[in-house]
């Protein structure tokens, strides 16, 4: 399920690059991204501290969603505000893996998965 997360994130950040770029101002599907943004900063957070030993993948992968989408001011800003409320806000909840923590992990990778495909399948040329 991981692969097919990747591979439509990698789909999404190829396909929004252009619109993008052609215009800085809020873009249809902000929303999407900022929420694909905060999951990503909770993968980043609970996969650290239930020993994936996957180090900075989800920073990594924030950094391509940066890096394609090309964001400035604002519209960055919001990105990487929504990254660190995810990273941030399980942060103070969790300190080390639990169950439940193990339960979130699984349920943001098929929510990040859903917007993946919902936003491929809704703005893809």
């Not at 873009?27 to 609970?46: M, N, S, V, W």
């Not at 505000?81 to 893996?97: E, I, K, L, M």
Request: aromatic share 10%.
């Amino acid at each position: 399920m991981r692969k097919h997360f990747f591979a439509v994130f990698i789909v999404i950040s190829t396909c929004l690059v252009a619109p993008a770029r052609a215009q800085d101002a809020a873009a249809p599907f902000d929303g999407d991204l900022q929420r694909l943004a905060e999951i990503l900063g909770t993968l980043h957070y609970l996969r650290g501290i239930c020993g994936n030993n996957e180090g900075a993948k989800w920073r990594n992968e924030m950094q391509a969603l940066v890096d394609a989408e090309t964001p400035s001011g604002e519209r960055r800003a919001r990105m990487i505000a929504g990254f660190n409320r995810g990273y941030n806000g399980f942060q103070q909840t969790y300190r080390t893996c639990t169950p439940a923590a193990a339960i979130a992990i699984r349920r943001y990778i098929e929510e990040g998965s859903k917007i993946s495909r919902d936003l491929t399948a809704r703005y893809a040329n």
